[in-house]
C-alpha cells in the first residue's frame, strides 16, 4: 500500500537560513509526488510536483525538490528562508493512474525573525 | 483565473441541524474531490466525481454524509443531521482528471458543530 512519511511535525528555521524538508514514500514503482503549501485560513497550494525525468525539480517561490528513488525520498529545499514561508508543507503521493492522493501529515514551519 | 471556490467560509451551527457546503471547480476541470481535514486525522478524502458521476465514495464516514454534482460547474457536500464530531474543515478540490495533473484546492469551509 501507498504511504507518505513527513518525519518532522515542526520545524524552526531563522530567516535567511536553509530549509529542508524531509519526505519518505512507500511504493512500488515510480510514483506522482507533489508538495503543497497551507498557510493558515487557507487551501493548499501546489509548489511542485514530480512524475519523471529530471529528478531536481523547481517550483515557485524558490522552493525545490530532489527525488531520490534509492532513498524513496521526495525532500523540499529552500536556500534563504523568508518569513513568509511559515505555514504547513504537505508531500503527496498518488500512484501512476490513480486519483487518489497519499497525505503525509504535515510539517508546520516557523520562521525567527 | 478563478480558483476553486467555496462557500460559506465559515459555518457555525447547532447538533442536528442540516449543513451544505458548496464548491464551484475550476472551469474546465472533470474530476472534483471532497476533503475533510482534522487535527486527528489530518486530510482524508470523502468522495471523488469524474465528469459529475461518483467514482468513489469509500471515505464518506456514514450515511448521514452525502455529496451532489448536478452539473460540471457545482457540487454539494451536505451533513444530515449534523454532529459534533463532524467539526472540520471542508475542502474541495477540482483537476483535469488526468495522471499527472495535480490537483487544485479550494480555501476550505471551516464548520463548527456546537
Known amino acids: 500500500a501507498q504511504s507518505v512519511t513527513q518525519p518532522d511535525i515542526h520545524i524552526t528555521v531563522s530567516e535567511g537560513a536553509s530549509l529542508e524538508l524531509r519526505c519518505n514514500y512507500s511504493?512500488?514503482?515510480?510514483?506522482?509526488l507533489f508538495w503543497y503549501v497551507q498557510s493558515p485560513g487557507q487551501g493548499l497550494q501546489l509548489l511542485l510536483k514530480?512524475?519523471?525525468?529530471?529528478?531536481l525539480v523547481q517550483g515557485i517561490k524558490g522552493f525545490e525538490a530532489e527525488f531520490k528513488r534509492s532513498q524513496s525520498s521526495f525532500n523540499l529545499r529552500k536556500p534563504s528562508v523568508h518569513w513568509s514561508d511559515a505555514a504547513e508543507y504537505f508531500c503527496a503521493v498518488a500512484a501512476g493512474g490513480t486519483y487518489k492522493y497519499i497525505f503525509g501529515t504535515g510539517t508546520r514551519l516557523k520562521v525567527l525573525a | 483565473d478563478a480558483g476553486v471556490i467555496q462557500s460559506p467560509r465559515h459555518e457555525v451551527t447547532e447538533m442536528g441541524q442540516e449543513v451544505t457546503l458548496r464548491c464551484k471547480p475550476i472551469?474546465?476541470?472533470?474530476?472534483l474531490f471532497w476533503y475533510r481535514q482534522t487535527m486527528m486525522r489530518g486530510l482524508e478524502l470523502l468522495i471523488y466525481f469524474n465528469n459529475n458521476v461518483p467514482i468513489d465514495d469509500s471515505g464518506m464516514p456514514e450515511d448521514r454524509f452525502s455529496a451532489k454534482m448536478p452539473n460540471a460547474s457545482f457540487s454539494t457536500l451536505k451533513i444530515q443531521p449534523s454532529e459534533p464530531r463532524d467539526s472540520a474543515v471542508y475542502f474541495c478540490?477540482?483537476?483535469?482528471?488526468?495522471?499527472?495533473?495535480?490537483?487544485?484546492f479550494g480555501d476550505g469551509t471551516r464548520l463548527s458543530i456546537l
Open positions: 472551469s474546465g476541470h472533470n474530476s
Open positions: 514530480y512524475f519523471s525525468g529530471d529528478t
Open positions: 511504493y512500488g514503482a515510480t510514483p506522482y
Open positions: 478540490a477540482s483537476s483535469l482528471g488526468r495522471d499527472n495533473q495535480p490537483q487544485h
